[in-house]
């Protein structure tokens, strides 16, 4: 087969959405297709039962709706339809009253808008702010960590005064946006502002942040579900919220997912996610035996790939299949955005270890209005263009598996063709896996080991402070805290603890660990 | 080995720099470290000769001077000692003057700082504000690849009077920085401004670019040198004048990388670069095995993974040994920050595909002051350290490897520290290897590649253009391009070119190829 049939038979487009595909590089054969059909056909009928409403997330009992929420029509009843429906309009409502400045802020109307949230309350509006928040109507800002150094860095750019703020969390009680609630609550006290005069949260129906929200009479609430993940709530009011208060045309967003999701419904060898799925199961073997590197040639994509580091690994990494065997799956992914990239790590791509395939992102129109000239006939578009098509080709020359998605312009309405492209392309893939793509179960495990930590912290400082004014080495106050406990962590414990004004005096002769002492000093 | 036996075995510190590792997670033996001594030795010989001024990167027949730049006495001849001491001199003289104003724009004292610059003279100079720009004294804006649109939404925000502007490019001839010169050029022009008036360069002495800067009268340049590669550039000129500029103690970035250099140039148990070395090479059976997962735990160092991305993998991605063998080497790198990348891909981390060995970088010191406690006795620092500590447990617990390295503070000299020590590792790292950590290769063919893509543009351009008026199908424009000439890329080109306005119409009745027509329009 030439060059250009394979590419004949390998490309999949829209004229009508503006998005065109190129899978001529990922070796397809008849073979590979006809060894896939079974789990084709399986995954289109585990998408099916998903969209209308079956309890595809098994491990949690909880349904998965994030189609749904561009589409409330295939919302499985009236009252499904109705709140999510409902909640777009509050938003719109919501978001023209504080523009206009009905909702307002103690002087006037609210300039600067602060997040905090985490995970996926994190990263899908901070997706929208960098990809479409150009000319933003407010100016965001994001806490989407427990870090104070971090806090008083954001709050050191802020003027409280002119400050909205939404806290997001799906339960209310993930521990970094509620310490992040905290600090900030705490600050508006300091400088005499009332915080739940300024704050809405977005949150589920009931949640301990919830209740606080209404009980303490914050300006609004907006509605999470259970039936929605938070690496997909980018298109419920996670990232809608402040979307629109940006600025973004969100209806415009969910237009676009909502295309590309009737696209990708369709049982037909055109559909691109299926062959966008069926590419990754190639190209790792079904066993993410290579790393997806994305590259997409736009500024304005630059932090595409880490929204989907999430969307990808945190769906697809799981211990066990559906049913109960190990597995240890997963594909890990990585990227920036080219050209830039090619300066940084595609020496490595192009000549060394061949243990990825490529995914470039390219968007057709490079920029609004006319461009410079650089050279005879060249703009600098042309060379964007040049360098994407020609990292193809030097990969593609050594080897290396490349994918090509192109964009015709980059808009809130292919943005949602993205979204909904690559939340499509998982759950199929999941499917080929036999795995639940909707649940986190190892996130538990790092929170449970933090908890252990903390626990331990307590009895070390408690310890400490009823012994003050005395000199403690590490194998003292080890053997104090019982046999039990991990000398390792303990000393790592109270090397923290002295350098952060705990009342700890830590004194060390030399780099010797046996040698430090420590004092709780009043 | 306890617990803490193999701890204290693995713990390397320095109480006067401030800096504490914790290898014991790797797993390291004895007869690991017996097995690699004759390589460690020649490490060492092979680094000692580089510091000395051997031509250490070979291929491109160049001395290697990253390590000279922050000890000027070390370097090979008084001439070299003699650049390095009054570049630093003319840097902080400069920054004096456009602060004080004796440097001024046509309306007052510059405010805003332009830089233009890809790969190390955008990723050192973008590291140095990101993780130490809090408070700039010029706000820092940055223009790093050749993206129309990118480009306008930089200049959509910053008002070019009071903009200073740095071209950096060590050649002077790489496109992307050459391109984004021109567009501001452009700009400055049609607002009547004079770019020279506003502009300074750091390049190579003799380079294009340093001889327009010259002829045009620009403000300064300031020198690179061919011993210095883009990616360990931050020491030089690259990094350090937008570092001074934003108001970065860059005498003590120095002074943390002079330190860090002078512990890992010793041959001793207790060097942590060669003990890092070691764990890399370890971890990935020194074939890059495993990815190498990096999680700082602290907002300030959230660029740092993108940063070490381009050292490690530009570095160490190399298709041949020194001997000329094929040898594909490499390790991927990827990572944003903790505790937010709990909530993205630490599902896969723990739970999925065991590709990959982790590194935690945490800071003992939380944040100046005081905090807040959001539970009795816990800080929300605590949470912070207390997720980084239950990450790396929750890992190990599961097999997977990790290593820990701690600062006790987080500033400009602690950043030097860790730059010299990922230096320094890639170097021992790649003498182990036996390739050339300090050339790129596989960049040319990218460049190449779209040198080609960017010929046939012109001819297709010229073609439809000689023919203006008439439709043509890509079939006949193929045709007419000779039988060699690439199809799918002349298809790719044409669809490029007509959705950027360049006088070319295109016309697709349906989503099939070959009822697209294009035609030349004046």
């Given at each position: 087969m030439s060059n250009w049939e394979a590419f004949l038979k390998n490309y999949i487009n829209s004229e009508k959405l503006g998005v065109f595909f190129d899978f001529s590089e990922i070796g397809f054969s008849d073979e590979f297709f006809e060894s896939m059909s079974a789990k084709v056909r399986d995954a289109y009928g585990n998408m099916a039962?998903?969209?209308?409403?079956?309890?595809?997330?098994?491990?949690?009992?909880?349904?998965?709706?994030?189609?749904?929420?561009?589409?409330?029509?295939?919302?499985?009843?009236?009252?499904?339809?109705?709140?999510?429906q409902s909640t777009i309009s509050h938003i719109l409502n919501f978001a023209r009253d504080v523009h206009s400045g009905n909702v307002r802020g103690p002087r006037g109307v609210f300039?600067?808008?602060?997040?905090?949230?985490?995970?996926?309350?994190?990263?899908?509006?901070?997706?929208?702010?960098?990809?479409?928040?150009?000319?933003?109507?407010?100016?965001?800002?994001?806490?989407?960590n427990t870090d104070p150094d971090g806090i008083d860095r954001t709050l050191g750019n802020i003027e409280l005064e002119d400050t909205l703020v939404i806290v997001t969390s799906k339960s209310g009680s993930t521990p970094e946006p509620r310490n992040g609630m905290l600090e900030i609550m705490n600050r508006f006290e300091s400088e005499g502002l009332s915080f739940q005069r300024q704050a809405v949260a977005v949150t589920s129906m009931g949640s301990k942040l919830h209740n606080q929200a209404t009980s303490e009479g914050w300006i609004k609430t907006f509605p999470m579900f259970d039936w929605i993940g938070g690496r997909t709530s980018i298109t419920s009011a996670v990232g809608l919220l402040p979307g629109a208060l940006i600025g973004v045309d969100i209806l415009e967003f969910l237009s676009g997912a909502r295309e590309m999701d009737s696209w990708t419904r369709m049982r037909s060898e055109n559909n691109p996610a299926m062959r966008l799925a069926l590419a990754w199961y190639k190209a790792t073997e079904g066993h993410g035996k290579k790393d997806m590197v994305l590259i997409p040639y736009k500024d304005s994509l630059a932090d595409f790939p880490k929204y989907l580091q999430q969307l990808i690994m945190e769906s697809l990494g799981k211990?066990?299949?559906?049913?109960?065997?190990?597995?240890?799956?997963?594909?890990?992914?990585?990227?920036?955005?080219?050209?830039?990239d090619q300066h940084s790590y595609i020496q490595q791509l192009r000549d060394g270890i061949n243990n990825f395939f490529a995914t470039i992102i390219e968007v057709l129109q490079c920029r609004d209005g006319k461009s410079l000239e650089v050279e005879k006939s060249i703009t600098t578009g042309d060379y964007l263009h040049g360098f994407s098509m020609g990292t193809e080709r030097a990969l593609s020359a050594n080897n290396r598996l490349t994918l090509v998605i192109s964009l015709r312009k980059f808009n809130a309405f292919s943005l949602g063709l993205l979204i909904a492209l690559y939340e499509r392309t998982v759950g199929f893939y999941a499917s080929f896996l036999g795995i639940n793509a909707y649940h986190q179960p190892g996130v538990e495990a790092g929170k449970k080991a933090a908890a252990e930590v903390l626990a331990l912290q307590k009895s070390i400082l408690e310890f400490l402070r009823k012994n003050k004014n005395k000199l403690f080495h590490l194998e003292e106050i080890s053997a104090q805290l019982g046999s039990s406990t991990d000398k390792k962590l303990t000393f790592k414990i109270l090397e923290q603890l002295s350098h952060n004004g705990r009342s700890i005096e830590r004194v060390a002769e030399s780099d010797a660990i046996e040698n430090i002492t420590y004092k709780f000093i009043e």
């Open positions: 039962a998903l969209e209308s409403g079956a309890t595809a997330n098994v491990d949690e009992n909880r349904q998965v709706g994030h189609y749904w929420l561009r589409n409330p029509n295939i919302a499985p009843t009236p009252e499904l339809q109705e709140v999510i300039k600067n808008l602060l997040c905090i949230g985490i995970g996926g309350s994190a990263l899908g509006p901070q997706l929208i702010n960098s990809s479409l928040g150009d000319h933003p109507k407010m100016k965001p800002y994001f806490i989407d211990e066990k299949s559906l049913n109960g065997e190990i597995v240890n799956q997963g594909i890990s992914v990585y990227g920036n955005k080219g050209s830039t």
